[in-house]
């Protein structure tokens, strides 16, 4: 598999989100936060999503460029609309107002309605805590088929919904983040399976009549039969819930119900909440403490099969240091990356990448 660096990834999407029409800045975030969850070993979220980006704004369902609108502020408490702006753009002015707002008032809860794709959570989740506050997210996804079934249904009510947590370190890097999808694995995980002629793992997903099957051939028919499984039975089904719940609906913004318009586009909507640990009590034990008690819980004697015990974050953190020396980007990836900078015009930018 050909290896690139994190820079010439970066330079790559910059030059094609520019020419999609974005100004600089809004393509730099763009490229950082693909580029990102590249380093951070969540290929799914990288910069194979990069021609999904560009079919997206050349067909109107992702508006480059476009400033979220403030629905509501109360201070501590601020709602946007994303206007279906790039998630990258409109999700980083959330996240700043939320970083501001949290020094201000102790506490800040931040909704974003309407963001087109806001890719990897703990990208948010990082700079909340980097900031030195705890960040809670819960996200929905709108306006995209429902793939993911409930605990108990045979049929897909919901999609991946993720849910993130962050708790600030005493550097860059938060102490811990957990950073998930509330399905067992993610649909980009099932079409690697399919592309590969792979059957995915036992319990993960349901053909069309709502039974166990490991052939995700059906996930990618047309129409699309089966879904995915909800993680841990009925408590990753009720996560899921609570992502349209508090995620979507509290903050005004689209569940996944049919009611609300569904284009097969990808629509987040997040509720971001950010503590200041000083304002709760001493920051500065609630570190020691929490430290103390990650410490403990890695040292619990190993069960069968397992060498280690790692925290949540941790294989994101191991994922940069080892790909600082190169990212892994498969060449179907790199075909799809070439098309995707052809269609808007910059082939040459597409050829360097091939080369
Ligand atoms: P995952 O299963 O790889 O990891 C989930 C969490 O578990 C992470 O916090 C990780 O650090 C931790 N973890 C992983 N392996 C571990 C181990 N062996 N021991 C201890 N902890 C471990 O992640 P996922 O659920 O596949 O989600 C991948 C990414 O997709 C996330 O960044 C998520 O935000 C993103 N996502 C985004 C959307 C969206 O609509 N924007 C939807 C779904 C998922």
Redesign the pocket.
Known sequence: VPTFSAHDLHRFVQGVVVSAGSTAREASLVAVQLVG?NL???D??GVGMLPLYVENVLTGRLVVNHQPTVVRDSGAVVVFDGGRGF?AAVGQVAVDTAIERVAEHGLAMIGLRNSF???????WGEQIAAAGHVAIHF???AGHPAIVAPYGGAEGRF????I?VAIPGSGAEPMA???????V??L??ARVAFEEGRPVAEGVLLDADGRVTTDPSGMFSHPRQGALVA?GDHKGSGLAMMCELLGAALIGGPTIQPGNERDDS?I?NMLTIAIDPAAVGDAESFRREAQAFLDYAVTARLREGFDE????????QRSRVARSAGIPVDDNTIALLAAAAESVGVPDLGAALMS
């Open positions: 969850a951070a070993g969540h799914s979220h998630g794709h806001l890719g990897r959570i703990g990208h996200v929905n996804v999609v991946t919904n993720p993130c983040m957990l950073d998930m999808a509330t399905s694995i993610a980009g995980k993680m990808i987040n015990i790692l925290l949540p974050g941790q294989p994101e």
